[in-house]
């Protein structure tokens, strides 16, 4: 595709619930990254891979996100048992290698309540 | 683990006004670094991207410099305008390849 697409725009989920955010990246880009932004906040990164695997995964901040890319592209980062304090945009970015531009999608505006 | 921030947090300028934002960073162990920009309630928009070994770039009115030894980066603005308005991210993509942001500097360009 001409960009990063990321899906749904908005999610809106009640406590304890999972949740599932997909990314798609730029067509031919082997690195994809999420982030999490809060309001007012620079984005916190979560995951990073290369191709299929996660190359650091050192950001998730505990074992409820989960992020998988089984074919090098498409992108699914999971959320289980949602807490009110996951509440944030969600920001996928890929890049053709680390030494070219990364380019973010619209991000995911979850909302856990 | 990378520490990157920007100053000022927050800043207002007139119309046609030429502004420098500030950036700078803890490990000077970088491959690239990349400003960006956000508007409210959207994505990222990428700037420009200044790799380790260049000093600055430029595009448009925008240009931005690089002193790696030293840990910083400027963004500077030319002539600016209403619609420059935004929130101004620099992003410094480290040995682990993963992209260490700031908590970047609102600018608000008054007609």
């Known amino acids: 595709g001409a960009g990063v697409s990321q899906t749904p725009s908005n999610k809106v989920t009640e406590k304890g619930k999972y949740v599932e955010l997909r990314c798609d990246p730029i067509?031919?880009?082997?690195?994809l990254y999420w982030y999490r932004q809060s309001l007012g906040q620079g984005p916190e990164f979560l995951i990073y891979?290369?191709?299929?695997?996660?190359?650091?995964d050192s950001g998730l901040p505990n074992d409820r996100f989960f992020a998988v890319r089984p074919e090098g592209s498409v992108s699914t980062l999971k959320i289980q048992r949602t807490e009110r304090g996951d509440s944030a945009v969600y920001l996928c970015?890929?890049?053709?290698?680390?030494?070219?531009?990364?380019?973010f999608g619209q991000g995911t505006r979850l909302t856990v309540v | 683990k990378q520490e990157v921030t920007q100053i000022p947090a927050a800043l207002s300028v007139p119309e046609g006004e030429n502004l420098v934002l500030n950036c700078s960073f803890t490990?000077?162990?970088?491959?690239?670094l990349q400003w960006f920009r956000q508007d409210p309630g959207k994505g990222l928009t990428s700037l420009l991207l200044?790799?380790?070994?260049?000093r600055e770039q430029t595009s448009g009115r925008l240009n931005a410099s690089l002193d790696k030894s030293s840990g910083r980066s400027t963004l500077y603005i030319a002539a600016s305008q209403p619609g420059d308005s935004a929130t101004y991210l620099c992003?410094?993509?480290?040995?682990?390849?993963?992209?260490?942001f700031g908590t970047g500097t609102r600018l608000t360009v008054i007609p």
């Open positions: 970015a890929s890049s053709g290698d680390r030494n070219t531009e990364a380019f």
């Open positions: 067509s031919g880009h082997t690195a």
């Open positions: 891979f290369q191709g299929t695997g996660a190359a650091d």
């Open positions: 490990d000077s162990a970088i491959y690239n």
């Open positions: 200044i790799q380790s070994s260049q």
């Open positions: 992003a410094v993509m480290g040995g682990a390849n993963n992209l260490f």
